[in-house]
């Protein structure tokens, strides 16, 4: 039978703002939409986190048993800076002041997340949808919302209409924010803006002459406004009505609100019935951000070459650092935190290294069967990773007095724990066995993906010589690069 039949999840949602039964639309199967990066720079500690909460939680649905659909999207088309519809488009920006082409800019930066994420191991999404790639669907979305009465055109751009929205249905369902409120307290326009009412939002913009990615439209040449794409790629690939829908906190206003409205007025139906949102992560108290420049990039980590570092750290030991916490905490970064996640990383694995060794007794004195069941009913709990992570310590209690001989473990329980031991810890939770353990292929693998993103870092930096230091020494010792157009791949003579 499979797992998830007799394992009932609770998840937060943060549309009830309560905890609920997880009741997947279609019998053991899970629709999950989450938003993934704009790729116009590396992505920070802050992002990963998001995204290996997610990973976690794919994880754990695969675990279960579940046949999971993971949407993860690919924002290449580029946003405004701010969210009234304003300033320079972020990805556009990048490549002016770097003298690229704007989809040079997404290569590069789409590369470099894939690096990064490989190097934390996280598992692939099932569908990886750009939103260049869906400016048709946006477009469709766009007259049909033209056509409902709820979207005006104005000098070739179009604009959502929040007000005439609110009349039928709640903007500021999932934010808890009140329009009225909000009528309030916004200065009314100054006649400059194309916009009826402040609360609107763009769902189609015309762009101007500097403005180089745009695709032609029934308005104009333009873009598409920031929430669009993703109300076209998980609708499309999800259904009109799908189970999950993850990101950020940051995002819930106006991203994920401005989503509601538009998946809503299109289909007439609510769009998503979980919606998962992860905390930040903070350094110095403060969320960690690529705009304010309180940020730490993942390969300072590999390297330990920052003022926020002491030394340099496994990838396994950082994602054990950031599962420590509960998805939903905000969890502040610090060195000293990192070496004792570090401490009990490696006393994780030290006692997984006994675990094969242990002697097998006639009669168990350990009762493994209820430690499983504290296992699976942390992750049941809202995926609750650091109490899971404490009761892993309790089984790893069991394997050091088993071994010392103050307890004993008999065959059937002696299989469970392994069993458990390991699916939680390398599947669940995703970990990794330090390299010199049994696994050094992919480690090898792990070491070479990290230095070619530092050598991407240090093109980027216009440090040649770091960058063709990186390339020959490696090549020195058998291992060749070569740069394509997805990317840089490698292979081992
Ligand atoms: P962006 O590329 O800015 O859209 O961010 C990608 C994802 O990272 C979004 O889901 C954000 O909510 C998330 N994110 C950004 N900053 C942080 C942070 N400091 N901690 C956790 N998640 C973050
Ligand atoms: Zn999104």
């Known amino acids: ?10 998840v937060y949602n943060s549309l009830s703002k309560s905890k609920e039964v997880l009741k997947t639309i279609n019998e053991g199967m899970i629709g999950m939409y989450v ?9 920070h500690l802050g992002n ?21 659909r993971y949407v993860r999207n690919i924002t290449d088309a580029g946003h405004l800076e701010n969210d009234a519809d304003e300033g ?7 490549a002016r002041l770097e003298q690229l082409e ?10 470099d997340f894939h690096n990064i994420l490989n190097t934390f191991n996280f598992l692939p999404p099932s569908i990886e949808p750009t939103a260049t790639g869906h400016i048709v669907e946006q477009i469709e979305i766009v007259k049909d919302i033209l056509e409902k009465g709820l979207a005006y055109e104005k000098n070739g751009s179009v604009y959502f209409d929040v007000l005439k929205y609110n009349e039928t249905e709640h903007y500021g369902i ?3 924010r009140n329009i009225e409120d909000s009528i309030h307290n916004t200065r009314s326009l100054d006649g400059q803006s194309e916009k009826k009412n402040p609360q609107d939002f763009a769902l189609w913009k015309k762009a101007d002459e500097r403005h180089i990615m745009r695709w032609p439209s029934p308005w104009s040449d333009g873009f598409p406004g920031w929430h669009l794409e993703c109300s076209a790629m998980s609708t499309k690939y999800l259904g009109e009505n799908f189970d999950i829908h993850g990101g950020g906190m940051d995002l ?21 019935n979980y919606w998962l949102h992860t905390n930040m992560l903070t350094l110095n108290g403060q969320k960690m951000a690529k705009s304010t420049g309180n940020y730490i990039l993942p390969n300072d980590f590999f390297t330990g070459q920052s003022k926020h570092l002491s030394k340099a750290y496994l990838p396994s030991v950082v994602r054990f650092f950031m599962l420590q916490a509960n998805y939903k905490s905000i ?8 070496l004792a996640s570090e401490k009990g990383y490696f006393k994780l694995m030290d006692a997984i290294d006994l675990l094969d060794k242990l002697d097998v007794s006639n009669a168990s004195t350990v009762d493994v069967e209820s430690w499983k069941a504290k296992c699976y009913s942390a992750m049941n709990d809202d995926f609750n990773t650091p109490v899971l992570i404490a009761n892993l310590f309790e089984g790893i209690k069991y394997i050091n007095q088993i071994k010392e001989g103050n307890e004993s473990i008999d065959d059937k329980d002696y299989e469970i724990l392994k069993s458990t031991i390991n699916s939680f810890v390398f599947d669940v939770l995703g970990l990794e066995k330090p390299s010199g353990s049994d696994n050094g292929s992919d480690k090898l693998k792990s070491v070479v993906e990290m230095l070619i993103g530092m050598r991407n870092d240090a093109r980027e930096n216009k440090n040649w010589a770091l960058s063709d230091k990186i390339r020959d020494e490696l090549l020195e010792l058998g291992i060749q690069l070569k740069d394509g157009k997805d990317g840089t791949t490698f292979s081992i003579n």
């Open 1 to 10: 039978m499979e797992l998830y039949k007799s394992n009932e999840i609770k």
């Open 35 to 43: 938003c993934g990066p704009t790729v116009y720079s590396n992505v």
């Open 48 to 68: 990963v986190r998001t995204f290996m909460s997610f990973d976690m939680i794919y994880r754990y649905f695969l675990h279960l048993g579940y046949k999971v």
């Open 88 to 94: 320079e488009d972020r990805i556009a920006k990048k």
């Open 102 to 111: 704007p989809m040079e800019i997404v290569q590069r930066y789409t590369v």
């Open 174 to 176: 999932l934010s808890g």
């Open 252 to 272: 819930k206003f106006p991203h994920h609100e401005c989503e509601i409205a538009q998946s809503q007025t299109r289909n007439n139906v609510k769009p998503v």
């Open 331 to 338: 969890l502040d970064f610090s060195d000293a935190a990192l």
